[in-house]
C-alpha cells in the first residue's frame, strides 16, 4: 500500500483521477490554505454588500476573518479582522455601518480604510508607538462585474487576468439584473462535513442532477421540468483556464437579453401580469420575466466561487473534513419588488437548510467523505465525457458534453499547479 | 363528554398547549400526512433567517411555504428518493414556556420555545428555536394553524441539511 502522504503532490492528481488523499489528508489541507488561499484570488463580497460609504461585510479569505468595506472616499479594503495590538478581532457583526472599528479590548481604533485613528492612553508607551505601520493589515482587493475579490498575493497578476475567458460569463450572468444591476438579496449558510473541494466539483456536475434532485424536479410543473433536463439539451462543459469553466445546462438561458419575443413560461404568469399592471411597458416585462427565471449555466471560479445560474455559491475551507457553503440569492437592484420576490421564493424552493435541492446535496457530499475512509490508495474517477456538441465551445478551449467531468479536471490541474509551485 | 367549541368561542392557553404538542408529536413521528390538515388554507409556514422581526415576504427566508408548498414538501419528504430524508435524521423534540400573546373571538397567538435535538450518522445535534403560532378555529370548533414561525436561535448563522419539518 502507498504511503499517500509521502507521495508528491503532483502525483495525487492525475488527467482523469486523483488520489484518497485529496479529501482526507489533514496536511494535505494545510498545505492547501498556504499554497492556494494565500496565494490567489478569493471572492470576499459583492458590492451591493457596501453599497455607500463607511458600509462593511465580514467575510473569509481562506481560513482569515476579514473586514470588506467602502471607506470614507468610497474606496475598496479588505482588511484582516485582528487589533494590531494584541490581536483581538475589531469587528463581530455581520454587515453594516461604521464610520470607526474600536477593539473592544484596549480601545484602539481604526478607520474604514484600515488606518490607525486613536490609542488610548498612547503616553504609557513613551513616545515609542510606529502608529503609521500598525494600521489594520490590508490586502490588495480588485472587483469584476461587482464580484470583490482579494489576496495576500501583493504581486499577483491583475484579477481580470485571472478570470480571463470566464469574463464573459460573468457578463453575461449579470444580465439577471435586467438593466437596474444585480444586488445580494440574503443568503443560506450551512456546513457539511466533507471536503471542500467535493463541493467545488460539484458546481460543475450535471451528471448528479436528475438522480440527486429528483424530488425538486418532482415538485415543477411540466413545462418547468423539461427547463430543467439538464441533460438533455445539448449543453456543454467547458475549461476557462486558471481552474475556471463553466458548465452550460439550458442553452436558451445563455443570454437573458435573447429570444424576449418567446412566449411567458406560464409560472411567470401572474408576475408578468403584476409588472404591466405597473406599468411596466410590454418589452421590459419580457426582459425583467426572463431575468428573473435565470441562467442557464454554472461558471466555476476557482478556488472558492461559482456564479450558479441565478445565485453565488461561496465555499469556505474550515477543516479537511468541514466545509461551509454560502448560497447567496440575488436580484435585481432598484428593479421591481414583485421581480424579486419572485426571485427569493424560488431561491427557497431549491436553495438553503431546508431547501428541495441542497439538503440532498449535502447528504451526497458528506457520502462521499464517509465512503472515502474506505481504501487508502484508491481513486475518484474523473474521466467522464464525450465530445461538446459542435461550434459551442470557444475554439481551442478544452471542453466536453454537459456531464463530462472537464470542469473537475481543469480545476484539478490548477490545484496541481498551485500546489507544485 | 362535553360539546365542541363553536367557531368564535375564545382559545385557552391550556388547548392551544394540547394542540401544539400534537402537532409537534406529529412531527417527530413524521406523521407528516396528519400534519397538513392542521392547517387552514390560507396558512402560512416560515422559517425566517432575519430576526428583524420584518414581514417575510420581503426576505430571504429558509421555508415560506403556502398551502401548495407544504403539500410539495411533504410530498418530497415522504417519496423516499430524496437521500436527506430517507432517512431523515431521528428527532425528538418538546416546547414549553408557553405565553398566550392574544386571543380573540376564535383565534390566538402563542408562543414557546422548542428544543429539538436530532440523530443520525452517529452524531447528535440540538436546534433551538422560538416559535410562534397564530391559531383559528375552523367551522368545527377544532383549532388550525393559520401562521406558524419557527426562529431558529441560529437562523442567520451557518446551519445543516435539515431532512424534516420543524
Known amino acids: ?421 | 363528554m362535553s360539546a365542541l367549541p363553536t367557531a368564535t368561542e375564545p382559545v385557552t392557553l391550556d388547548e392551544a398547549i394540547r394542540f401544539i404538542w400534537t402537532e409537534t408529536e406529529i412531527l417527530d413521528r413524521l406523521a407528516y400526512r396528519e400534519w397538513l390538515p392542521l392547517w387552514t388554507k390560507t396558512g402560512l409556514y416560515v422559517v425566517p433567517i432575519d430576526r428583524d422581526g420584518g414581514d417575510p415576504v420581503e426576505a430571504l427566508n429558509i421555508v415560506y411555504d403556502g398551502a401548495e408548498m407544504r403539500e410539495a414538501r411533504v410530498k418530497r419528504l415522504l417519496s423516499g428518493f430524496s437521500m436527506s430524508s430517507a432517512p431523515p435524521a431521528r428527532t425528538a423534540r418538546t416546547t414549553s414556556r408557553f405565553v398566550l400573546e392574544s386571543a380573540g373571538a376564535g383565534t390566538a397567538r402563542v408562543r414557546c420555545a422548542q428544543i429539538l435535538i436530532e440523530y443520525k450518522y452517529g452524531r447528535t445535534r440540538t436546534l433551538g428555536a422560538d416559535l410562534s403560532y397564530d391559531l383559528r378555529r375552523a367551522d368545527d370548533g377544532t383549532l388550525r394553524i393559520e401562521r406558524k414561525v419557527v426562529q431558529l436561535l441560529n437562523s442567520d448563522d451557518h446551519l445543516f441539511g435539515i431532512g424534516y419539518l420543524l
Open chain 1, 1 to 421: 500500500m502507498t504511503d499517500a502522504a509521502a507521495l508528491p503532490y503532483a502525483d495525487l492528481v492525475r488527467d482523469d483521477r486523483i488520489h484518497t488523499a485529496l479529501y482526507r489528508d489533514p496536511a494535505i489541507f494545510e498545505a492547501e490554505m498556504d499554497r492556494i488561499f494565500n496565494n490567489t484570488w478569493v471572492w470576499v463580497a459583492h458590492v451591493s454588500d457596501v453599497p455607500d460609504k463607511n458600509t462593511f461585510k465580514t467575510s473569509f479569505v481562506g481560513r482569515h476573518p476579514v473586514i470588506v468595506t467602502r471607506d470614507k472616499a468610497g474606496k475598496l479594503n479588505v482588511l484582516l479582522n485582528r487589533c494590531r495590538h494584541r490581536a483581538a478581532s475589531v469587528c463581530e457583526r455581520k454587515k453594516g455601518k461604521a464610520s470607526v472599528f474600536v477593539c473592544p479590548y484596549h480601545g484602539w481604533s481604526y478607520d474604514t480604510d484600515g488606518r490607525l485613528r486613536k490609542v488610548p492612553h498612547i503616553k504609557g508607551y513613551g513616545g515609542r508607538l510606529e502608529t503609521d505601520e500598525l494600521s489594520l493589515v490590508s490586502l490588495r482587493v480588485e472587483e469584476y462585474q461587482g464580484m470583490i475579490f482579494a489576496t495576500f498575493k501583493q504581486d499577483i497578476e491583475p484579477l481580470v487576468d485571472f478570470l480571463g475567458p470566464a469574463k464573459k460569463w460573468m457578463d453575461l450572468f449579470m444580465k439577471q439584473g435586467a438593466g437596474f444591476g444585480v444586488k445580494t438579496l440574503g443568503e443560506h449558510k450551512f456546513r457539511f462535513p466533507g471536503n471542500w473541494k467535493i463541493q467545488l466539483e460539484n458546481t460543475t456536475d450535471a451528471y448528479h442532477f436528475p438522480v440527486v434532485h429528483k424530488t425538486f424536479l418532482d415538485s415543477l410543473d411540466d413545462e418547468t421540468e423539461d427547463v430543467f433536463d439538464v441533460l438533455g439539451q445539448g449543453g456543454w462543459v467547458e475549461d476557462l483556464g486558471n481552474g475556471h469553466s463553466v458548465m452550460v445546462m439550458i442553452p436558451d438561458l445563455i443570454n437573458l437579453e435573447d429570444n424576449l419575443d418567446a412566449p411567458i413560461p406560464e409560472r411567470f404568469a401572474d408576475l408578468a401580469r403584476e409588472l404591466a399592471a405597473e406599468g411596466y411597458p410590454d418589452a421590459q416585462v419580457r426582459r425583467i420575466v426572463r431575468a428573473v427565471g435565470g441562467s442557464g449555466f454554472n461558471l466555476n471560479l476557482f478556488p472558492n466561487v461559482a456564479c450558479s445560474m441565478a445565485f453565488f455559491r461561496v465555499l469556505r475551507p474550515i477543516a479537511v473534513d468541514e466545509t461551509e457553503i454560502t448560497h447567496v440569492a440575488i436580484g435585481m437592484d432598484g428593479g421591481p419588488a414583485a421581480g424579486n420576490r419572485v426571485r427569493m421564493r424560488l431561491h427557497e424552493h431549491f436553495q438553503g437548510p431546508m431547501g428541495f435541492g441542497t439538503p440532498d446535496d449535502a447528504e451526497g457530499w458528506e457520502r462521499v467523505q464517509r465512503g472515502v475512509q474506505a481504501g487508502d490508495d484508491l481513486w475518484m474517477m474523473l474521466n467522464r465525457g464525450t465530445d461538446a456538441p459542435e461550434g459551442r465551445a470557444e475554439a481551442g478551449h478544452n471542453a466536453g458534453d454537459v456531464s463530462a467531468e472537464t470542469g473537475m479536471r481543469a480545476a484539478y490541474q490548477m490545484w496541481k499547479r498551485m500546489m507544485t509551485a
